[in-house]
């Protein structure tokens, strides 16, 4: 009786286990990153420490939105906040849209890895090559 007892237990408890995990990826969200389309802007702004840079030209937001872009980025780390914190060499970049508005993105580093944050959105990891290509715009 003891043991039928017991063994009905253990099931039950693998089962919600099985059902816990299950729950879990099934509610874990994933994160798309959203850029403007080109035809839309204005001009993009980016920002590094002192360094502020306004681009209107055509060809050089369509090659930072290309190098933001150059795959599709998603993530299931979560941005919680305006803007990323603990970071070294943070570029904010806001695209000024022709209407009206803008958005806002940080491309930065974090304990020797690079990342993108979409405030509110996501954090996509980046290469330090595309890191580079966005920060060039800055000097």
């Given at each position: ?80 906040q305006d803007s990323p914190v603990n970071t070294s ?51």
């Amino acid at each position: 009786m003891q043991r039928k007892f017991f063994i009905i237990l253990i099931i039950i408890l693998l089962m919600l286990m099985i059902l816990g995990i299950f729950y879990y990826f099934m509610n874990s969200r994933t994160y798309n990153l959203k850029l403007p389309q080109l035809e839309k802007l204005e001009s993009i702004s980016l920002e590094q420490d002192t360094n502020k840079k306004v681009i209107n030209d055509n060809e050089k937001m369509k090659d930072i939105i290309n190098i933001l872009n150059e795959r599709e980025r998603t993530s299931k780390e979560e941005s919680i906040q305006d803007s990323p914190v603990n970071t070294s060499n943070k570029v904010k970049i806001d695209f000024n849209f022709k209407e009206t508005g803008a958005s806002t993105l940080f491309v930065y580093e974090r304990n020797n890895k690079y990342y993108i944050e979409q405030p509110y959105n996501g954090i996509y990891r980046i290469s330090m090559d595309e890191y580079n290509s966005i920060e060039k715009y800055t000097k």
